[in-house]
């Protein structure tokens, strides 16, 4: 018999990175395609026509490429199957702490798992309250608002109670702890909107400075291949792109012009030299300034060396990053002359240097060049290249921030006043912990940081507060349980999580995950989870919502009926069936479903509550399995700061739903959520914070990393910088360490001696020192940690300095976890990078400053 | 009856390794007789990338991603190769190993000069990419690589239908066989292939500065003259750069024409600083 397509079932579903289509055949997936947006009754493309040139949506999703190896993903011999339980794990005996992430597991009925479990959260909770409970997920294990963390497992836990271990904005720190302070935008964490500037870049702009901004990579967060071609049509209507990065990045080696490679570290030197060549030459936006902006006067004394005399020139600014002065005087020259955009960062968020040590400094910085030029000009903007394309954002549809079932925690709340759900949950534990300092709380209470309890986006002082951990009368740690497992991995330093679980402290760790992952093995139990493409659930592609409100990356709006297509693998469960069987054993069954009797009963109810029903019927809309949400063209475009530089009153489709700075008054002036409603150049926050704060002044300041370049103590045992942004070929460490297809991609990992090895980029000069060749094994290491990867020696990364992605999920000790000397096979860079903060008062990640060692190395060797 | 080729532009590839993976999706745990068995799950490329990394200029790197699928040549060694007609080429032009037939024949691994072969060591099977032939059959528009491109810069289809994309494409580009030298008259054609790259920088001999908006001339050994100017940066460069005996000329207002012979016999030609003199 001829064979055809026809014969097998079709099912749409919706990931992290993109929307597809995928075919079942006697019930197991065939194959599965990025969804195609040709049928007649889909949403026509829109288009821009400017410069004389027409762009038109592409009519397919530009998925990644772990999207587009899903079937391997899903049958993963990785796979968890059943429920398992550590065998040397006695809950009525014999703990054995000691051997977690060590001791194999048997396999368990579900009866007894959820018993286990159930029995455990009722001792602990009885013990020493519900405080004793930490709970946290992993973003993003699964798609689908339902089944989402922020969705289920916050019900589940709100209801039982439990120590929230925070997220925080730790892909974007330098804007969350910096930019908030220059141009306000707290209630999106400092990340700048990018409404409509798209269609004003490409119709205004001459340059885009890329500074630290691989979109190529990063994407604009689960766009991924969405705005190359945005990029390309940029690059055929002339505008220049020049990328400023110690890596020439993936965009930069396909679309780049210049590539300007400074050392890690120093990049707010080269702004300051870009300042001063501009006031010392006039070429500043003197106007604007005055009308827009404040305390540009003592910008200009740091600046021009009035305050601790020394000016920031070209030639200083050589001596500390490494970039000719001429190089930098032509780019400050140009990007004066012409309308120029700059990408700070990836979706104007993300790229290593916010991630480094007084990375605030930089994202202030990179606004007060901004601001210098008149920013919310036509083609002068602060746009990574990954959003702002046509939407209807009238159109209602929630993300997964919105917080599905759970009610919300992270921002505005459009789900409730529609009714979903009948009643929200919230925390009923007011003790909460930083995730990046979970091992110090576990192990060694009290532990103090400056920073955030709870969800970040409330206001621009709320990261003043000094945090404690326990709160006085609450419990310390006893309990751990994980959705998801990616700390050992995204986390710095971490065998420090090592260290935490397999501390005696813990008397009990769970882990909920789809895969047999690193963090898994340190659990006691673990629930096997299944993937969404097993369950039902609902969601828009790249739909956040919440903290970043009405943000798109995408060509479309794409709302996803999530169809099951095929029966879980083994005896793995949905987390929402996890969580409502266990809420029926510990006796809130009703409570958790609300009386819903499965997954597709809520899915039903959040398709009510949206704007869907307005355009399309339940029936079709299961039938079919999405809807594309037409942009309205015939609106006038408002791109995403023009009101301001017009001056009037803000017309975005996102405004604060918190008072703390309100941009919307009465009086209908333009402001920003800053306290002068201005760009900030001496910011007014932090000057009533503390006016003498040294790591992070009112006006931003060039400070030497406490781990870089010009740390000549750190230098002698570990003379190389090591940078390790987000990774190009794994989401986190979600598609990494499962016997994957990616593990093909040489950019990725290599295989050696019949080994995956994490890929290290080290520049020939550097390798030719260290006789390290072409896809030799490589040591690297420092007191943190021991890390092997595979040599790709490359002139992409400047001397001096090595590159390596971020978020492996592949953790494989070669002997004790948990020990800085133990080697990791598996490529987890993140045993190297420092826990130590951004700065003092701001708790964030800094994996960019970061000084290692490496040798080659051969098997076998200790 | 239809002429499919396949035509890629490497200027849209980004790079993203969609189609290797599409590949695989397709074929391994699936098998389509009588056109292909399954793939085993790693170590077979049906469509491969090959990278070029071109260092133009300290601060300026191209790669080029060059995905490579059987070229389904024209004059194809492997079916002269094979023994029992266990390679054959379809009227339509797509290559076919036929996995029965070819059992056993694991010395055609070695017949295909762009290594587009592999081995299936269990079942001594050579296999490779087949243009999704089962897919064509059943009435797709291309093979599964070129459906998951973001970039849609795969161009499948027939040749001979001068309304085809293919064919509009092919119309509108100069395309050109990936190593024309094997001659076996590839179906698959490339636009972009890595080329040569002359490029350098100019300042002003007072102070360094980069010098901008200065016209650079570069006449040819066939005497063409071709002409770039700098820009912000000093920088220049001229892409598909000639070879041999050239002479080169630097032209600013107010300052010194500079003019100098240059042999261009290398691929990548990076003249470095050249300072011009009021």
Known sequence: ??????????????????????????????????????????????????????????????????????????????????????????????????????????????????????????????????????????????????????????????????????????????????????WGFHWRLGQPPAFDLLGDTFEHTD?????????????????????????????????????????????????????????????????????????????????????????????????????????????????????????IVALAREWAKKRTTLAGGGRSGMGHVMRSSYGHEWSRAMVL?????????????????????????????????????SGGSAGPKDLGPR????????????????RACLPECVIKPPYTWRGVYGYYGQSAQQQFTECTFPFPGYSEIKMIYRQGASYIGTMMETNRFARMYRDPKLEFVVNQT?????????????????????????????????????????????????QQCIQPRGQSKPDYQIYALLAERLGIGEQFTEGHPDEMSWIKRMYEVSDLPKVISWEKFQKKGYYIIPPKMDKKPAPALRWFYDQRPIDIPDKPMSSDRPTNRPDGLARLSTPTGKIEFESQTLKQFDPNDDERPPVPHYIPSWEGSESTEILKNYPLQLISPHPRFTFHSQHDGK?????????????????????????????????????????????????????????????????????????????????????????????????????????GMAPGSCLVQIAKWTEGEV | MAKYAMAIDLNKCIGCYNCQVACKDEHVYNAFPPVAAEQPAFGQFWLSIEEREQVWNPSHIKVTYIPKPCQHCGDAPCAKAAKNGAIYKREDGIVIIDPEKAAGQKDLVASCPYGSIYLNEEKGL????????????????????????????????????????????????????????????????????????????????????????????????????RT???????????????????????????????????????????????????
């Not at chain 1, 969705?151 to 910096?178: K, M």
């Open chain 1, 739 to 843: 016997t994957l297809w990616n593990d093909e991609i040489p950019h990725h990992r290599r295989l050696i001696n019949g080994y995956r090895y994490w890929v290290i980029r080290i520049n020939p000069a550097d390798a030719a020192q260290y006789g390290i060749k072409e896809n030799d094994l490589v040591k690297v290491w420092n007191d943190r940690g021991v890390v092997l990867c595979a040599a790709n020696i490359t002139e992409r990364i400047r001397q001096g300095t090595v590159h390596s992605y971020s978020s492996g999920g592949g953790y494989d000790p070669q002997g004790e976890p948990g020990v800085n000397t133990t080697i990791d096979k598996g490529g987890t860079i993140n045993q190297l990078t420092s826990s130590r903060f951004l700065s003092k008062n701001c708790a």
């Open chain 1, 369 to 405: 060049l901004m601001g210098m030029q008149g920013l919310g000009k036509p083609g002068v903007n602060y746009y990574s290249t990954t959003g702002g394309a046509p939407a209807d954002w009238d159109f209602f549809f929630p993300g997964y921030a919105d917080g599905g079932i």
């Open chain 1, 514 to 562: 789809i895969y047999n992952e690193p963090e898994a093995k340190f659990a006691d139990i673990i629930f096997p989870v299944c993937t969404n493409f097993e369950r039902w659930d609902i969601g828009e592609w790249a739909k956040i919502s919440g903290y970043s409100n009405k943000l798109s990356p995408t060509n479309a709006r794409v709302v996803v009926l999530q």
């Open chain 1, 419 to 434: 009714g979903f759900p009948k009643r929200a949950t919230a925390s009923q534990i007011r003790q909460r912990i930083n």
């Open chain 2, 126 to 225: 050579p296999q490779k990419c087949t243009f999704c032939a089962h897919l064509v059959d059943d009435g797709w528009q291309e093979p599964r690589c070129a459906q998951s491109c973001p970039m849609s810069c795969m161009y499948f289809g027939d040749v001979e239908d001068p309304e085809s994309k293919i064919s509009k494409f092919l119309a509108a580009n100069q395309a050109e066989a990936f190593h024309p030298e094997y001659g076996t008259k590839p179906n698959v054609y490339y636009v972009g292939l890595p080329k040569p790259h002359l490029s350098g920088t100019v300042r002003l001999a007072e102070g360094n500065e980069c010098a901008a908006d200065v016209t650079v001339t570069l006449t040819g050994p066939d005497g063409a003259k």
């Open chain 1, 1 to 182: 018999m001829k064979y055809s397509t026809k014969d097998e079932q079709q099912y749409v579903n919706c990931t992290l990175s993109g929307p597809v289509r995928v075919f079942v055949k006697d019930k197991k997936i065939v194959r599965i395609l990025p969804l195609e947006y040709t049928q007649e009754d889909d949403a026509k493309p829109w288009s821009i026509t400017a410069r004389g040139e027409t762009f038109v949506r592409p009519n397919k999703a530009g998925i990644a490429c772990w999207v587009q190896g899903s079937k391997q993903q899903i049958y993963s011999k990785d796979r968890l199957l059943t429920p398992l339980k550590r065998v040397d794990f006695d809950p009525n005996g014999e703990r054995n702490p000691q051997n977690r992430g060590v001791s194999g597991y048997e396999p368990i009925t579900w009866d007894e798992a959820l018993t286990i479990v159930a029995n455990e959260t009722e001792r602990v909770k009885d013990q020493y309250g519900p405080s004793a409970i930490a709970v946290t997920g992993s973003s993003h294990d699964s798609w689908g608002n339902i089944g989402y963390r922020m969705s289920a497992l916050e019900r589940f836990w709100n209801l039982v109670g439990c120590t929230w271990i925070d997220h925080d904005p730790d892909s974007w720190q330098g804007s969350y702890w910096g930019a908030i302070h220059s």
């Open chain 2, 228 to 278: 770039a100017t700098t820009d912000c940066f000093g920088d220049f460069d001229f892409k598909n750069a000639p070879r041999g005996a050239c002479q080169i000329a630097y032209e600013l207002a107010g300052y010194a024409t500079q003019s100098s012979p240059i042999v261009l016999d290398k691929e990548i030609t990076f003249l470095g600083e050249i300072q011009l003199s009021r």
């Open chain 1, 207 to 327: 340059m885009i400075v890329f500074w630290s901004s691989d979109p190529n990579t990063t994407s604009g967060d689960y766009a991924w291949n969405e705005t190359d071609h945005w990029r390309f049509h940029m690059k055929k209507l002339g505008i220049k792109f020049v990328f400023i990065d110690p890596h020439c990045n993936y965009t930069s080696v396909i679309d780049g012009d210049k590539w300007i490679k400074p050392k890690p570290g120093t990049d707010v030197a080269m702004a300051l030299a870009i300042a001063y060549t501009w006031i010392k030459e006039g070429t500043y936006d003197k106007e604007y300034i005055a009308s827009h902006t404040v305390g540009f006067d003592k910008w200009e004394s740091y600046v021009m060396g009035n305050e601790d005399g020394q000016p920031k020139t070209p030639e200083w600014a050589e001596q500390k990053s490494g970039v000719e002065a001429n190089v």
